[in-house]
């Protein structure tokens, strides 16, 4: 009993080491094993998701006029699940591009209100949502997810990646497939959306 308590508690304090506050003044920086979750709540004009070799979340920022704005754009990282959640805000985010690292094997769930959003090398489930603007997502290999949707409500779908042709009228996309084992869902309220 005194060992599942000991480890109990360590657990707790490992979660809230954990748990860390910054501005786009200095970033941010943790440690994430292969295969976890992340979950990120964003705004940007610009961000660019990349799967990494290494087993961290990194999340860095950079500004195309007004780089003093930097310590006013919080970043605040807290355990959620199997992972982190990752959430940015204030400043003005057209002028804010964010380049976030994960492992290449992540279950990312994304919400960004808008900008241009790429996500790419990331392999495992996808969950992502963005309000207005363009979304890009590099999705791998298709045999590997075994359901996949896409859709806009106003705008542009293109999912090449599936087979599917671009059709301007047609605003959603999906296809199963019971030998894969990822789930891709991905929607843009107003914009374009490409699976490549």
């Given at each position: 009993?005194?060992?599942?308590?000991?480890?109990?508690?360590?657990?707790?304090?490992?979660a809230i080491a954990q748990e860390a506050q910054a501005t786009c003044a200095k970033g941010l920086i943790a440690d994430l094993a292969s295969g976890s979750d992340v979950i990120l709540n964003l705004q940007a004009n610009e961000i660019d998701i990349w799967g990494a070799e290494q087993n961290?979340?990194?999340v860095s920022c950079d500004f195309r006029e007004r780089a003093a704005q930097a310590p006013q754009v919080k970043l605040e990282l807290k355990p959620a699940g199997k992972g982190y959640a990752v959430t940015v805000e204030g400043g003005r985010s057209r002028d804010?591009?964010?380049?976030?690292?994960?492992?290449k094997n992540t279950n990312l769930v994304m919400r960004a209100r808008s900008g241009d959003v790429r996500i790419d090398s990331v392999i495992g489930n996808k969950?992502?949502?963005l309000k207005s603007g363009d979304l890009t997502i590099a999705v791998g290999n298709p045999a590997d997810y075994s359901h996949a949707d896409a859709s806009v409500r106003m705008g542009?779908?293109?999912?090449?990646?599936f087979g599917s042709a671009r059709d301007r009228w047609n605003r959603?996309?999906?296809?199963?497939?019971?030998?894969?084992?990822?789930r891709l869902h991905a929607h843009v309220g107003f914009g374009s959306l490409v699976l490549q």
């Open positions: 009993m005194r060992r599942l308590t000991i480890a109990l508690v360590l657990a707790a304090c490992n961290r979340i990194r804010l591009h964010l380049r976030i690292e994960v492992p969950d992502v949502a542009d779908l293109n999912a090449f990646a959603h996309f999906e296809k199963d497939n019971p030998a894969g084992k990822y």
